[in-house]
């Protein structure tokens, strides 16, 4: 019996942290929080709040149905997107994706990708969203730039979008 209460409290010691609710202070036990993806409206998700930055990004891995980009504000860190897309019947999940690499111009430039699933989502009303992303995680691997320029690009696209803004990490 004695030897079963010592198994007992060993294997509750060693998994405690996988345990909901039990932490006996063997481990850190904090609960990992996640609130991404999140909603953003009824109809769609948003991958997170911040850019993913990739070191080695090819762009046609990323996800990339059909969807535009109406219009695009830079404010400090945070870009916003306003975008449509054809839907209504699935949740989308849109993401952004960037990289470190830059072109070796003057002033440098970089480009990220606007990132789009559909879910196989076949209906046809255009739906619009708005989208926020924060561009610290891209910010801190560009930071010997003093500026950069930002170029856009939609979901697929080869060109980027007609607008492209002065980022200083």
Known sequence: ???????????????????????????????VVSDEPFPISGRSLQESHKIQVYNHLNPEDLP??????????LKGRTLTL????AGGCQTHVWGLAGSPAIAKSLPPQ?????????????CEAMIYET?????EPLADVLKPSKEVILHIFEPGATKPFAKSFTFNP
């Open 82 to 85: 306003k975008v449509a897309s």
């Open 131 to 135: 989208l926020a992303f924060n561009l």
């Open 64 to 73: 990339h149905d059909i969807a535009s980009i109406e219009e695009v504000s």
């Open 110 to 122: 970089n480009s990220i990708f606007l990132t789009h699933n559909a879910n196989g989502d076949f």
């Open 1 to 31: 019996m004695k030897t079963a209460v010592v198994l007992l409290f060993s294997t509750l010691v060693f998994t405690s942290c996988d345990v909901p609710g039990l932490c006996l202070g063997v481990k850190d036990c904090s609960p």
